[in-house]
């Protein structure tokens, strides 16, 4: 059971307003790291003109996007409102980068609403410019399921290429020891087993991530507070395969910082954005409190827990709301 949890701030707004005095972030605040060189903005990125500026002259070599699941700010838009507006960032996206550079794109599909966003944002994409690379499933390994339906925890990850970006294969292997057998080919007249053929242990990645663990409140690098966290397993993963190190990388949507913080272990440049203040400062601190204690995140309690357990407001909200106690 979590000794200091946080209900999800973006359900809760009035939440998110007494969390807001604790932030070092508002509209337009842009923290410079002298050490690693990362920036954490608080900018909207509808804003082109002021996004580019955050990067200067310099050119992102990959993009690792989480946007909303069509939520923005909190409202739920129509879905072809959703898919314009990731039209809009995406051209931005491909303006500040390199001729030759990835792009990740996480992204839900509704089963319950003809799987939308999903098929839109496809369809939206032939467009862009862009070269589809592969289509990547992270399965939920906690065994969620329904008894009407086909289990469908999962998350979906498309890559896109520009240009001829460098993709290092060798980075690419998981933790999974190589144990099945079969996929025979003949070679120079003698039948071989993949076991043979490759040059780990370990089996390579496909395009379908089973070895990687959803996050929860008993793993470290949880971000109590934070919703659909992405695991640092899968980002350091893709940071890994498609740049190198001192290498810019950019985040338009840092939410819980899982990003930045991989950059930062993997010796990359980040610039990431949020457009809500607390998610800014929560991503600052996921950073701080690694540089500080080499904790990726706060397992069973959450950033802001030395603040919300002297702030009588707060500490009533979560008894009324969720009957929380803080101890």
């Given at each position: 059971m979590l000794n200091h949890p946080l209900p999800r701030i973006d359900k809760d707004e009035k939440l998110r307003t007494l969390l807001l005095p604790f932030c070092r972030?508002?509209?337009?605040?842009?923290?410079?790291?002298?050490?690693?060189?990362?920036?954490?903005?608080?900018?909207?990125?509808?804003?082109?003109?002021?996004?580019?500026?955050?990067?200067?002259?310099?050119?992102?070599?990959?993009?690792?996007?989480?946007?909303?699941?069509?939520?923005?700010?909190?409202?739920?838009?129509?879905?072809?409102?959703?898919?314009?507006?990731?039209?809009?960032?995406?051209?931005?996206?491909?303006?500040?980068?390199?001729?030759?550079?990835?792009?990740?794109?996480?992204?839900?599909?509704?089963?319950?609403?003809?799987?939308?966003?999903?098929?839109?944002?496809?369809?939206?994409?032939?467009?862009?410019?862009?070269?589809?690379?592969?289509?990547i499933t992270m399965r939920n390994q906690r065994g969620y399921g329904t008894q009407q339906n086909w289990m469908a925890i999962r998350q979906e990850l498309l890559y896109y290429t520009n240009g001829n970006p460098e993709f290092n294969i060798k980075a690419e292997y998981t933790d999974i020891p190589k144990v099945l057998k079969g996929y025979y080919k003949n070679i120079a007249g003698e039948v071989t087993e993949n076991l043979e053929r490759s040059k780990s242990q370990f089996i390579r990645a496909g395009n379908v991530w089973i070895d990687v663990q959803q996050v929860f409140y008993r793993m470290e690098e949880n971000v109590n507070g934070c919703y659909a966290q992405k695991p640092l397993k899968a980002i350091q993963r893709i940071i890994e395969a498609s740049s190198n190190k001192n290498e810019l990388v950019t985040d338009f949507f840092s939410h819980s910082g899982t990003t930045l913080l991989a950059c930062e272990m993997l010796e990359r440049k980040c610039i990431t954005f949020d457009i809500d203040p607390v998610y800014c400062e929560i991503t600052l601190r996921r950073l701080e409190n690694y540089r500080e204690n080499k904790k990726t995140g706060w397992q069973n309690s959450n950033p802001f827990y030395k603040e919300i357990k002297n702030d009588k407001k707060i500490l009533n909200h979560l008894k009324k709301k969720y009957n929380i106690t803080y101890n």
């Open positions: 972030f508002k509209e337009g605040t842009v923290w410079v790291d002298k050490t690693g060189g990362h920036k954490i903005a608080c900018i909207d990125i509808s804003k082109k003109e002021e996004v580019k500026k955050i990067f200067h002259k310099e050119n992102v070599k990959l993009s690792v996007q989480d946007p909303p699941y069509n939520f923005i700010a909190f409202t739920e838009k129509r879905n072809d409102e959703f898919i314009q507006w990731c039209k809009d960032w995406i051209i931005l996206n491909i303006e500040i980068s390199d001729k030759n550079s990835s792009f990740y794109f996480w992204l839900g599909a509704d089963q319950s609403n003809h799987f939308e966003p999903f098929g839109g944002f496809i369809e939206m994409m032939k467009t862009s410019g862009l070269t589809s690379r592969s289509f």
